[in-house]
């Protein structure tokens, strides 16, 4: 309670120094706050997949089973894995990431880990490989099931996809996030993007488990958070209080912006004890005035 107090008498001082009307308290939605909670679960589970996959190929082999379901397997295990090892480096990126935002002449940008973009790759990846499944199958002599075999071609078809889209449009880049006077410019890995002006209202929305940022007349700009060192709570609150505030949004293009957003996007105690995926503690080092 004494560091969340803390908290908020600096940011109340700090707006004060800007010459601007103080920040009343964000209250985060439920979608968030879930969203934000259940990741550091998703490690567990996700390792037990890994390994009930590695157990069931084993097993599935030494039972002389086809090479379908064995392949099949496999390629589970390899895809859990992955995205296992993909989540713990996600964490690690997100303790550090008040220093993926930046001040720039168009405003304050944040910029993804050229490593998680890899890892999100990789998963893509081995998605793709998946129709291999079915054709060592086919090598093998293996009757494939019709229906099994569609499904699995769709799947590696629509990763497939994406990753020659992300060829065709130059290859991939760091996501990211550019907050101006005039709105909120999004880039995803395949260099695609929307601009979201304030007028509009940008918000963050949670819908089954994916992140989205949306605005009035706009429509839905699927901006997916999951691979960038901020939180869905953090994001939220920081688009909230920018959407309401012209006076803040004027101040983007400032040099007191960074300073500003660092503020806003400030992990709350909740934040930092409920198991969050969230910013590391600040040291005296890291503190700016």
Do not use: K, N
């Not at 004060?16 to 990741?39: F, I, M, N």
């Not at 909230?240 to 006076?247: M, Q, V």
């Not at 930092?272 to 995926?277: I, K």
């Amino acid at each position: 309670m004494r560091q969340a107090a803390g908290r908020e008498r600096t940011i109340v001082t700090m707006f004060a120094l800007y010459g601007l009307p103080p920040v009343p308290p964000h209250v985060p939605s439920a979608g968030c706050t879930w969203e934000d909670r259940r990741q550091h679960r998703a490690i567990g589970v996700f390792a037990l997949l890994s390994l009930a996959a590695a157990t069931g190929a084993v097993l599935a082999w030494w039972a002389g089973a086809g090479v379908l379901l064995v392949a099949v397997v496999v390629w589970l295990g390899c895809l859990c894995g992955t995205y296992l090892l993909s989540m713990v480096r996600l964490r690690r990126c997100r303790a550090r990431g008040r220093t993926a935002w930046t001040a720039s002449s168009e405003g304050v940008r944040m910029l993804g880990s050229r490593e998680l973009v890899a890892w999100g790759l990789a998963l893509r990846l081995i998605a793709a490989l998946v129709p291999l499944t079915v054709l060592a199958a086919l090598l093998a002599g293996d009757h494939v099931p019709v229906l099994a075999g569609g499904l699995i071609g769709v799947l590696g078809l629509e990763a497939a996809f994406y990753l020659v889209r992300i060829v065709y449009r130059g290859g991939p880049v760091r996501p990211g996030i550019l907050l101006s006077p005039v709105g909120v410019q999004v880039t995803r890995i395949d260099s695609s993007g929307d601009f979201l002006p304030w007028d509009r209202e940008p918000r963050v929305t949670v819908v089954s488990g994916r992140v989205r940022i949306e605005s009035q007349g706009r429509g839905l700009a699927q901006f997916s958070v999951w691979y960038l060192p901020v939180s869905c709570r953090q994001l939220e609150r920081l688009l909230g209080t920018l959407d309401d505030r012209p006076d803040m949004q004027a101040r983007l293009g400032g040099p007191e912006a960074l300073a500003m957003v660092l503020d806003l996007l400030e992990p709350t105690e909740e934040e930092y004890t409920d198991s969050s995926w969230t910013w590391a503690r600040p040291d005296a080092s890291q503190r700016h005035t």
